[in-house]
């Protein structure tokens, strides 16, 4: 084994499973501008160099360490030295998992798998890693950059293998679009799955049919707000009818006199009908609004939320 | 019918004389059991935790309030019997799979200490009836070892002046349990729901007509009924399809032996959402329009269930009018929504079982309850 230090430039963005390269090529697969996910391992083949796996995201400083083992040393002992070099800075990220699941489908016995398993990412293997692994592989290389980036748990992995290809296609453009964080994303994932299951219908369909994909990608609203508003958006289509009773409350709520110095809340889980007036009071002054609000036409707008509730 | 079959059995020093022991283990001849002292498989253990039985005393008291007690909704203060931990069936909905953690199914064979249990809790309150049920971690009748327990259990309640027992299940196994003396302190309660539920949903359950059929003939030996129309389910035209089920059940069964009726709709912890998605990734439970409530769980959205309830509420009581119909672990303003009125309180409610059952079935509750003994 030897490790080395290639050009940090010259390190390229490998899509999974890693196939066989030979070196010199490495130059035409670079997305250095997304910040590339890089294979840093490769093993020496007759055919060309095999990269195994191991992307992580590289700072400059770091440069490109890749280690090369030779043609003689086995697989298991090969992906646990690798192992042991990510595990030493960061635990491993499920896609690096499901890469040495199916490594190890490839190279060892069923009887010896768990064990390399267990030994190489310090997990306890369990049967349902086989399906893992290869839906994870599978996904849309943009959803598996996001995911790593944001160093998302094996559930949010998961989730992301229910679309389809093309679907997962419209989902990373989405993402494009509106930048959403890690948690946001779950939300919207959860949201989608859910609502194209209550309607019946696919991705593609649902974004067209509400005009979803028209509304976010033709937003003028900042980058960092656009999630959120896709967010409410699908709230209101896979609630609709708790969407439809927040609206009409809003809707009552902006009659009402809006002072700094009231705070109108509700039982925001409508199991009971309690509203909550909050006045804030620092002077006689003040004692004004709180009059005020006890006016007849308050009153009613008031008992008409009650009846909403 | 789900494989019931129990491939491994522990047994617990301090079960081993037991009389009820004795009993389950000739119903497994083919399996030897392994002599423990404390449970020796932990949690994470990877056996399926429905085919292994641990036979053992109860540590901790098993006779309890019900766990529905809570101050946002009306209980009807039922006293459970976990003697039974686990279940063979598989309702993709069960709060088992939440609740309960063992490595295997847990069978408390030491029956005359949870008797002497239910005969404490009855004496201190002697005026009370009490409602006792051992369905709450478990089916009532689907293992052996339950019905083996119940079938000890029904004469000892036929002796005890102010209580019954109900044996809550979702199966057909009533035949050992027909010739016994039970002097109408036994109800046998099935849970009923919509075909298309029971069959996308509750795996390995019997049918809706066969758990009828069972009812009936149980009906036919004089113990009293009682049918738990929960969870509800919102599936497309719900009302409809509950209606069938309510028209199904009336077919075969006479409103008069009927002690009650429960309505309760899908709930479940938060935590539960996502081991329903991954055990069940079929199931039509999820997604729905479903709001966390105040203790955490989720439910339907409140005007969902409520139309839900009314419908099926007003349609039993269409055809059978004098049934004691109660909604389970629900809010006073639903109750009031559906039914018109809500108890007072939990004491109320209680007392409302009593006056009932003292109306309905005099042979079970001889004299007229007091207000005031529900406290």
């Not at chain 1, 890693?129 to 599978?138: F, G, N, V």
Request: hydrophobic share 40%.
């Amino acid at each position: 084994m030897q490790i080395r230090n290639i050009e940090f430039q010259k390190l390229k963005f490998i899509k999974p499973p890693a196939p066989i390269f030979e070196e010199d090529t490495l130059d035409s697969l670079s997305e250095l501008n997304l910040e590339s996910l890089i294979p840093i391992f490769l093993q020496n083949s007759p055919k060309g160099t095999i990269i195994w796996f191991g992307e992580t995201l590289l700072k400059k400083s770091q440069h490109g360490r890749v280690i090369i083992f030779s043609q003689s040393e086995k697989l298991p002992a090969i992906l646990v030295t690798i192992a042991v070099f990510i595990r030493y800075r960061r635990p491993l990220y499920p896609l690096e998992i499901a890469r040495v699941v199916a490594l190890l489908t490839q190279s060892c016995s069923t009887t010896n798998l768990p064990r390399y398993f267990s030994k190489i990412t310090g997990q306890k293997y369990r049967a349902e890693w086989q399906q893992y692994s290869r839906k994870i592989l599978a996904l849309h290389p943009a959803l598996l950059s996001f995911l790593v980036q944001h160093k998302a748990p094996l559930k949010t992995y998961l989730l992301l293998t229910e679309w389809s290809s093309i679907e997962q296609d419209l989902l990373s453009e989405l993402f494009r679009y509106c930048a959403p964080t890690l948690s946001q994303s779950e939300i919207i994932n959860r949201l989608l799955l859910d609502t194209c299951k209550i309607y019946q219908t696919n991705l593609s369909e649902l974004l067209d049919q509400h005009g979803i994909r028209a509304t976010i990608t033709q937003s003028t609203l900042p980058l960092i707000e656009r999630a959120s508003f896709l967010i409410q958006q699908l709230r209101q289509l896979r609630f609709p009818t708790i969407s439809a009773l927040e609206k009409d409350i809003e809707r009552l709520k902006q009659r009402l006199p809006g002072t700094a110095k009231v705070q109108l809340s509700w039982d925001t889980t409508f199991e009971t009908r309690e509203l909550h007036l909050h006045f804030t009071m620092r002077d006689k002054r003040d004692l004004a609004i709180l009059k005020d609000y006890g006016r007849d036409e308050n009153l009613a707008l008031l008992a008409k939320l009650l009846d909403l509730l | 019918m789900p494989d019931y079959r129990i491939k491994k059995i522990f047994l617990d020093e301090s079960a081993r004389g037991d009389e009820l022991t004795s009993a389950i283990l000739q119903h497994y001849p083919d399996i030897e059991p392994t002599i423990v002292q404390g449970f020796p498989l932990k949690s994470t253990h990877h056996s399926n935790p429905k085919t292994v039985l641990y036979l053992t005393h109860s540590k901790g008291s098993i006779v309890k309030d019900c766990p529905g007690i809570v101050p946002e909704h009306l209980c009807c203060r039922y006293q459970v019997i976990n003697q039974t931990l686990n279940c063979p069936l598989n309702c993709s909905y069960c709060i088992l799979q939440d609740y309960l953690n063992q490595a295997a199914t847990v069978i408390y064979t030491d029956v005359d200490i949870i008797q002497r249990a239910v005969q404490q809790r009855v004496t201190t309150q002697p005026q009370r009836f009490f409602r006792f049920g051992t369905g709450e971690l478990g089916d009532s009748l689907a293992l052996p070892a339950s019905r083996l327990f119940a079938q000890r259990l029904i004469p000892f309640f036929a002796s005890l002046p102010n209580a019954i027992l109900e044996l809550k299940t979702k199966t057909v196994a009533i035949d050992d349990l027909l010739g016994l003396s039970h002097n109408e302190h036994t109800v046998i309660a099935w849970s009923l729901n919509a075909a298309a539920v029971i069959k996308q949903e509750e795996h390995g359950t019997a049918s809706l007509t066969d758990r009828i059929s069972a009812a009936q003939r149980v009906q036919d030996a004089g113990y009293l009924l009682a049918f738990h129309f929960d969870p509800l389910v919102l599936i497309p035209d719900a009302n409809t399809a509950y209606r069938q089920v309510i028209d199904v059940l009336f077919e075969k069964i006479e409103p008069a032996r009927i002690a009650w009726i429960s309505l309760g709709s899908l709930r479940f912890p938060q935590s539960l959402e996502e081991r329903i998605r991954q055990r069940y990734p079929n199931t039509k439970l999820l997604p729905a329009e479903m709001i966390a409530g105040r203790d955490r769980k989720m439910r339907y959205f409140r005007p969902l269930r409520v139309n839900l309830y009314r419908s099926t509420y007003q349609y039993i009581k269409t055809l059978a009018p004098d049934v004691f119909v109660y909604l389970c672990m629900e809010t006073p303003r639903i109750w009031e929504e559906v039914t018109g009125s809500r108890p007072q309180d939990n004491t109320e409610l209680d007392y409302r079982f009593a006056l009932n059952l003292y109306q309905c079935f005099p042979r079970t509750v001889t004299l007229a309850p007091l207000r005031a003994a529900y406290y």
